[in-house]
């Protein structure tokens, strides 16, 4: 009897198609895998904090220039420019490790940053939505920088020129709006008491004007023109500056030379030597010259003076309001003598502010203030 022939094993059918499970399972956890390995790294990515990566970079790499422009910059500061701020922070992020931290004014809507320096802020950033990912979440970046909270100062800086003047803070012209407020509201204006007396005389009554300005990042520079747009020097005092009224020379020069003349004829219109003498260099139809011609100084007699002396003579403190108006201080001692021994001496002196108006030409006094009163030397 023939023997059969042995038939080889079979696989199973079952083993094959585990074999085959396992593999796509493998491929298929495998590629879920991948898929949410890049799901949480975009979703890591959309983080808002990922938005300031350009800025941190943009600090360290002192490309700040770049970031900070025109266009970003979310400045009040009314008189200080790009450079300025440019110049400012660049110095603060250079003191120290620079880090950042969630600002407090931050919301779900716009993510805003504090960028520190030695742990001290230097300023924030707002972002803002820049693009999708490949899960079409958000990706953020960077979008104003507000410096102001953490480098303007409260500093209120007034400026006190003529009017006519014009003042500029870091090249940026001051205007009305600028002028400071007094007490009650109003601009501040101050008028030069001295020129009260003659104002009726005046074509123009000159006047000082306070601007005050404020919120500045770095010391303001300013400087200031008169209204013929001669530059004009500027004295500090503590936060404020003030410039003097503009000076004519050929004005002073003129008047000076006419005070020893002057200063004669008043004084001896006044002790009754020369009465009358001294009218044609008093402002003509002024009320001066009427309350000169009124005034009645129950001098000594004349006719008992033996002679007379001027001295300790002075002409200084010159002010020019206009071309046609200049004050000076004058001083003189008139010493008067007589024949009496009870007055042998008397002293007619003055020591007072001397206002002079120039009209057709001609220089004439027309205002003498603070006269001090007669005072007697002698027995």
Wanted: proline share 3%; charged share 25%; net charge negative.
């Amino acid at each position: 009897m023939a023997k059969r022939r042995k038939q080889g094993a079979k696989v199973p059918v079952y083993g094959i198609f585990m074999l085959i499970y396992i593999i796509v399972g493998v491929i298929l956890c495998f590629h879920l895998w991948n898929k949410l390995e890049k799901y949480l790294i975009d979703l890591e990515a959309s983080l808002p904090k990922y938005g300031m990566d350009e800025v941190m970079a943009a600090i360290s790499e002192n490309r700040i220039d770049d970031i900070i422009r025109q266009d970003t910059l979310e400045t009040i500061a009314k008189y200080e420019g790009l450079e300025e701020y440019r110049s400012l922070l660049k110095e603060k992020l250079s003191s120290g490790e620079v880090t950042m931290q969630e600002s407090k004014q931050a919301t779900k809507e716009v993510p805003r940053y504090t960028v520190l320096a030695g742990g001290q802020p230097v300023m924030d950033v707002s972002l803002k939505v820049v693009g999708k990912n490949d899960h079409d979440l958000d990706l953020w970046g960077y979008d104003k920088f507000y410096a102001d909270d953490y480098s303007i100062s409260d500093t209120v800086y007034e400026v006190t020129v003529p009017d006519g003047s014009v003042v500029t803070v870091n090249g940026h012209t001051l205007t009305d709006a600028d002028i400071a407020k007094d007490e009650n509201g109003d601009k501040k204006v101050t008028e030069i008491a001295d020129l009260k007396v003659i104002e009726q005389y005046l074509d123009h009554v000159p006047s000082f004007i306070t601007y005050a300005v404020e919120g500045f990042i770095v010391e303001p520079r300013f400087s200031a023109v008169d209204k013929d747009g001669n530059a004009m020097d500027l004295t500090r005092d503590g936060n404020s500056y003030s410039a003097g009224l503009p000076t004519y020379p050929e004005a002073v020069a003129e008047v000076e030379a006419l005070v020893p003349t002057i200063m004669e004829a008043y004084g001896l219109h006044f002790i009754g030597k020369n009465t009358g003498g001294v009218y044609k260099y008093l402002l003509p139809d002024s009320q001066y010259k009427e309350d000169v011609k009124s005034v009645v100084t129950y001098f000594y007699p004349t006719e008992k003076i033996t002679s007379y002396e001027f001295g300790n003579e002075s002409c200084d403190d010159f002010i020019t309001y206009s071309p046609d108006c200049v004050s000076c201080h004058i001083y003189f001692d008139l010493i008067v003598k007589f024949n009496s021994a009870a007055y042998k001496t008397k002293n007619e002196g003055s020591d007072a502010t001397w206002i002079f108006l120039k009209r057709d030409g001609t220089w004439y006094l027309s205002q003498v203030l603070r006269q001090k009163s007669i005072e007697y030397d002698g027995d």
